[in-house]
């Protein structure tokens, strides 16, 4: 067990968040426990990519926002698609420079290592072309962000 779970608010929608989140990372997520009073979920517990995540219900009075997002590191454009793909459906929202919010309203950065690579060079041409195409972006497409890189140098 870590010292830090994220724990999060749903408004009575535990259990289905749940349940999407572990169908996003199926290779490496499970369901851990699900609590009960009187019939009703309370608290669901789950793991994604190795890390315990904690979900309550509870009435409505606060919303997830922009503040907090989980990152999700992504070595191909093809990961970069599954996921964007699977947290967006259902009512989920674009944003922009790879950032997203589930039908939930948790919000999730979509991120390709690559575009981590190329922001960390330390020439600022090659670094700032690629973050000037990443502004232009809602999800990242990788090809675009490399071809910026190259241009630059």
């Not at 968040?17 to 499970?30: G, N, R, W």
């Not at 608290?43 to 509870?58: I, K, Q, T």
């Not at 964007?84 to 950065?109: H, M, P, T, V």
Request: proline share 3%; with cysteine; charged share 25%.
């Amino acid at each position: 067990m870590s010292k830090i779970t994220p724990f999060l608010w749903f408004d009575g929608r535990a259990e289905e968040a749940m349940e999407l989140y572990v169908s996003v990372f199926k290779d490496d997520a499970k369901v851990l426990s699900v609590q009960r009073m009187n019939g009703k979920v309370l608290v669901v517990s789950f793991e994604l990519l190795g890390r315990e995540f904690m979900g309550m219900n509870a009435e409505p009075m606060f919303k997830f926002n922009e503040s907090v997002s989980f990152m999700v590191h992504c070595e191909t454009q093809a990961e970069v698609d599954w996921y964007w793909e699977k947290l967006i459906a259902g009512g989920g929202q674009e944003s922009q420079c790879g950032w997203l919010k589930d039908k939930f309203g948790l919000s999730w950065q979509i991120t390709p290592t690559a575009l981590l690579r190329m922001m960390a060079d330390p020439d600022p041409k090659k670094s700032g072309a690629v973050f000037q195409e990443m502004l232009k972006m809602r999800k990242i497409v990788i090809a675009d962000l490399e071809k910026a890189y190259r241009e630059a140098a």
